[in-house]
């Protein structure tokens, strides 16, 4: 089992920035991606970004540019910060973990961008 903690979120403007850390525990090794996806109210969850054990990156298309993640493999953590914040970024964001092919999820953290 991995257990994972997330940290950050809230309200923020227009135009700001945001950064989500997550700390993963349990069994942690063998742990290939760590990262974020989101889901928005009535939409179905969508990746934020992701990063390989090798440090390989991917983002999701709508927060190219705008979003960099990275990983603390002595921590064994994942920071997501992101930038330039619209409306449309609000949702909840989900730590997630893949090890050995099984996935763990956080619980969530609230993000909400007003206008």
């Known amino acids: 089992q991995v257990q994972l903690a997330e940290s950050g979120g809230g309200l923020v403007q227009a135009g700001g920035s945001l950064r989500l850390s997550c700390v993963a525990s349990?069994?942690?090794?063998?742990?290939?991606?760590m990262g974020w996806y989101r889901q928005a109210p009535g939409k179905q969850r969508e990746l934020v970004a992701r990063?390989?054990?090798?440090?390989?990156?991917n983002y999701g298309d709508s927060v190219k540019g705008r979003a960099t993640v990275s990983r603390d493999n002595g921590q064994n953590s994942v920071l997501l910060q992101m930038s330039s914040l619209k409306p449309e970024d609000t949702a909840v964001y989900y730590c997630?973990?893949?090890?050995?092919?099984?996935?763990?999820w956080g619980q969530g953290t609230q993000v909400t961008v007003s206008s």
């Open positions: 997630h973990v893949d090890r050995m092919g099984f996935n763990y």
């Open positions: 349990g069994r942690i090794n063998s742990i290939i991606h």
């Open positions: 990063i390989s054990s090798d440090g390989t990156t």
